[in-house]
C-alpha cells in the first residue's frame, strides 16, 4: 500500500486498470454488470431530442422514425462511446500534464469526489455531446445519453454512480495503465488511528454502503442480484446483514398481519447466503414450484471439497420456516418426501427455521441420513453467527451444521 516515494502518513493504493476493474467486477460493479444496470436505467431525454433533430434537419428522417432510430442503439454502444471520449480526454490530459486546465480534465470523473455530485443531466449531455464531437467518437449522441442517464442516477444513488463511471473509464483504458487511489486527506483526519487499519476499514465499510445503497433501489438492485455474473462475496454478506436486522425486526414486531412477509425475507436472507459461494453454489430459483409441491430454495451444487463430491448431489433443496412455534416431525416428513422424490438428482437438504426445531425433530434427522441422504437444521442462532462472523456456510454445514444432523 505504501512505499518510499509517499510520505509516511499517505494511505494509498496502486494497481494496473486492469487490477482496477477486476475488484469492481467482484464488487459486482464491473463492465458487464454496468451495462446491464445502465440499459434497465436508460430513457429518452436531452439526447434523444438533440439526435431526432439532427437526423430531421440533416437527413430528413421523420421525427417517429429518428426517435425509434435512436432507441436502436444498444446501451452497450452508448457507454462505449463515452468510454472513449473519457480515454481521449485522459490521453489529452496525460500529454499536457501540469498545463491542463480544468477543461481537459475527464468528464464525469471531474465531478465525482467526495464533496462533489455530477452535473444536472441537461448540462452533462451537452458537455459530453460537444467533447464527443471534438474527441471524434464515432456517436456523440450515444455519449450524450450515457452521460445524461448517469447523472440523472447521480442524484438518487451517488455510491452506485461512482464505480460504474469508474468501470466505463478504466474498460476504456490500456490495461496496465497505473491506478493509484489516494485516501490520505480522509485517513489524516482519523487521529490516533492505524494508516493501514483505516485503509482496511475503508474497503470493508465501502462494500457495505454500496449494498445499503443498491437496497434502497429496489429495480436496480433487482437488475444487479440477477446478473449472470454475479455478485461479489462481501456485497452478499452485507445484502444478508441487511435483510437479517429487517427480519429481526419484523419477528420482534409481533404482528400477525406480516407473517408471510417474515417468510419472504427469511427466503431472501438464506438466498443471499446462498450466493455468497458463487458460482460453487447457484441458486436456480427461489419459490420453485411443481404441480404437486413448492421448494422455498433450488440450488445446483458445484461443490468441489470432498465432503460435498461424496454426496453425490448435483441439486440442494431449501426449506425456510419463519414460525412462532418449532416444526416437527410432521413438517421434516413433508420436507423429506421433496428430497426424496428428486432421486439420484439430490442427497442434500437444509431446513431453515428462526424458531428453532422440536427435539424430535432433531432426533429424526439420524434417521434420514440411513439412506437417503442428509437433511441439515438451522436455526436462527445459527443464521445470526453466520452472517455477523461472515462464515462460509457451507463450512458452518460442514462442521457444526454436521453434528446437529448426527444428533448431537
Known amino acids: 500500500m ?5 510520505p509516511s502518513d499517505q494511505v494509498h493504493f496502486e494497481g494496473k486498470a486492469e487490477e482496477a476493474l ?14 446491464n444496470a445502465y440499459s434497465q436505467m436508460r430513457f429518452n431525454g436531452q439526447a434523444a431530442g438533440m439526435y431526432i433533430a439532427h437526423a430531421n434537419f440533416e437527413r430528413n428522417v421523420d421525427w417517429n422514425a429518428a426517435e425509434v432510430e435512436f432507441e436502436k442503439i444498444s446501451p452497450e454502444i452508448d457507454l462505449v462511446n463515452l468510454g ?3 480515454a481521449y480526454q485522459w490521453r489529452k490530459g496525460d500529454r499536457q500534464g501540469e498545463e491542463a486546465s480544468e477543461d481537459d480534465s475527464v468528464i464525469l470523473l471531474r465531478d465525482l469526489n467526495y464533496d ?5 443531466s441537461g448540462n452533462a449531455a451537452s458537455q459530453a455531446f460537444r467533447d464527443a464531437q471534438e474527441a471524434g467518437v464515432d456517436n456523440p449522441f450515444a ?16 455510491l452506485l454512480v461512482w464505480p460504474m463511471v469508474l468501470s466505463v473509464f478504466l474498460q476504456h483504458l490500456p490495461s496496465d495503465t497505473p491506478i493509484v487511489l489516494d485516501i490520505s486527506e480522509a485517513a489524516a483526519e482519523r487521529q490516533g488511528v492505524d494508516p493501514h487499519a483505516y485503509a482496511a476499514q475503508y474497503w470493508e465499510d465501502s462494500a457495505e454502503s454500496l449494498s445499503s445503497t443498491a437496497q434502497t433501489l429496489g429495480r436496480l438492485f433487482g437488475v444487479l442480484s440477477a446478473f449472470d455474473s454475479k455478485l461479489g462475496r462481501d456485497f452478499w454478506f452485507a445484502r444478508a446483514a441487511d435483510i437479517l436486522k429487517r427480519l429481526n425486526s419484523l419477528r420482534d414486531s409481533g404482528d400477525e398481519s406480516s407473517t408471510k412477509e417474515r417468510g419472504d425475507a427469511l427466503e ?3 438466498d443471499a447466503l446462498m450466493r455468497t459461494e458463487e458460482p460453487e453454489l447457484q441458486v436456480i430459483e427461489k419459490n420453485f414450484r411443481t404441480t404437486e409441491e413448492e421448494i422455498d430454495i433450488l440450488a445446483s451444487n458445484g461443490l468441489l471439497d470432498p465432503f460435498w463430491l461424496a ?8 426449506e425456510c420456516k419463519n414460525w412462532t412455534s418449532k416444526p416437527g416431525v410432521p413438517e421434516l416428513r413433508i420436507f423429506e418426501s421433496k428430497v426424496r422424490d428428486r432421486g439420484a438428482l439430490c442427497k ?12 424430535t425433530f432433531l432426533k429424526r434427522l439420524k434417521k434420514f441420513q440411513s439412506a437417503d441422504g442428509i437433511i441439515f437444521a438451522v436455526d436462527g442462532a445459527d443464521l445470526d453467527q453466520i452472517v455477523t462472523s461472515k462464515l462460509r456456510l457451507t463450512d458452518w454445514l460442514r462442521t457444526s451444521g454436521i453434528r446437529r444432523s448426527l444428533g448431537e
Not at 2 to 6: F, I, Q, V
Not at 116 to 120: A, C, R, V
Open 84 to 86: 472513449k471520449l473519457m
Open 311 to 318: 454426496h453425490g448431489s448435483p441439486l440442494i433443496l431449501v
Open 116 to 120: 462533489g455530485s455530477l452535473p444536472n
Open 143 to 158: 455519449a450524450a445519453r450515457a452521460a445524461e442517464v448517469l447523472a440523472v442516477l447521480d442524484r438518487d444513488a451517488p
Open 348 to 359: 442434500i437438504g437444509i431446513f431453515v427455521s428462526t424458531s428453532g426445531f422440536t427435539k
Open 2 to 6: 505504501d512505499d518510499d516515494s509517499y
Open 22 to 35: 477486476a475488484n469492481l467486477s467482484n464488487a459486482g460493479i464491473g463492465w458487464h454488470a454496468t451495462i
Open 268 to 270: 431472501s436472507l438464506f
